[in-house]
C-alpha cells in the first residue's frame, strides 16, 4: 500500500477574472521507504504539489490519501491530526526558535498526546543522533552552521514518526557539500524509518540518490511508468 497516493488531483487558483490549475490532474504513488526526487521549472506547481500532499491545502478535485485514509471527507480537526500523526515537512528555512536548544526545539514542537515529557526528550536525543547532532544538543541556532540548522529541522519533522515525509528545496541556502549531506541524510531516514519521502530539488545531480525522480511542468507531473506502479527503486 503507498503511504502517499495522489489520484486525479488538481488545485485551483482565483487569477483575476479566471483560475490558475496549480496542479492538473496529478497522480502519484509513493510506498513506505521510498525516495522521489520532484523537479520542475520555478511556478510548475511543486510545491504546491508538496502543501496538497502534506493535507495543508486540500484540492479542488482528486483524491489525497495518507498511510490509507482519503482525507476527503475529514474534517479539519481530523486533518490536523493526521498530519501531525502521519506527515512530517520540511522547509528550505529551518524556522527554528532562537532562544531554544537543539533538543528543546524538538520537544517543543512534538505531539505525543500525553505521553510523558521524558519520553518526548529520550526520541529527541536519538533523533539528534541520526541526524548526527549528538555532540550539539543543547547548542542553540546561532551556534549551529547552515547545515547542522537543517540537520535540526529534519530531525524535528521526525518526532511525530510519520510515515510521509514532505521536503521543499531543503538544500537551496547551502553549499555543494552540505547539500550533499543533507540529500545523503534524507536517503538514510527514508531507508530507516520507511518514510515514504518526496523532496523538491534543483539539485538534479543528487537525484541519483533517489529511488525515482518526477517532473512538474505546468502543473501536469509526469512519472516513470516504474513509480506509478509503485515498485520501489
Ligand atoms: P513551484 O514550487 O514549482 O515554484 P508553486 O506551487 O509555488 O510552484 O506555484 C505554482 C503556481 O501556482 C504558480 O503560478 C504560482 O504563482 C501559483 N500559486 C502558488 N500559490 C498560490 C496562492 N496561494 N495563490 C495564488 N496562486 C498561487
Ligand atoms: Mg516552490
Not at 538544500?171 to 531507508?191: G, K, M, P, W
Request: glycine share 8%.
Amino acid at each position: 500500500m503507498p503511504a502517499l497516493h495522489l489520484v486525479n488531483v488538481t488545485l485551483e487558483y482565483p487569477d483575476g477574472e479566471s483560475t490558475l490549475k496549480a496542479l492538473d490532474g496529478v497522480n502519484l504513488r509513493v510506498d513506505p521507504g521510498s525516495f522521489c526526487g520532484l523537479v520542475g521549472p520555478s511556478g510548475s506547481g511543486k510545491s504546491s504539489l508538496l502543501a496538497v500532499a502534506a493535507t495543508l491545502v486540500r484540492p479542488s478535485s482528486g483524491i489525497v490519501s495518507i498511510d490509507g485514509t482519503d482525507t476527503t471527507g475529514l474534517t479539519d480537526a481530523e486533518l490536523t491530526s493526521l498530519r501531525r500523526e502521519k506527515i512530517g515537512v520540511v522547509f528550505q528555512q529551518p524556522n527554528l526558535l532562537p532562544s531554544l536548544t537543539a533538543v528543546e526545539q524538538l520537544i517543543i514542537s512534538h505531539h505525543f498526546s500525553g505521553k510523558p515529557a521524558a519520553a518526548a526528550r529520550r526520541r529527541a536525543a536519538e533523533l539528534l543522533d541520526v541526524v548526527g547532532l549528538g555532540p550539539s544538543l543543547n547548542k542553540r541556532p546561532h551556534q549551529l552552521s547552515g547545515g547542522q540548522r537543517q540537520r535540526v529541522n529534519i530531525a524535528r519533522a521526525l518526532m511525530g514518526q510519520p510515515r510521509v515525509l514532505l521536503v521543499d528545496e531543503p538544500t537551496a541556502a547551502l553549499d555543494h557539500e552540505r547539500s550533499q549531506e543533507i540529500v545523503q541524510l534524507l536517503r538514510r531516514v527514508t531507508d530507516e524509518f520507511e518514510t515514504a519521502t518526496v523532496m523538491v530539488t534543483h539539485d538534479t545531480e543528487f537525484l541519483p540518490l533517489t529511488d525515482s525522480v518526477a517532473t512538474m511542468r505546468d502543473g501536469r507531473l509526469s512519472v516513470p511508468a516504474l513509480t506509478e506502479a509503485g515498485i520501489k527503486g
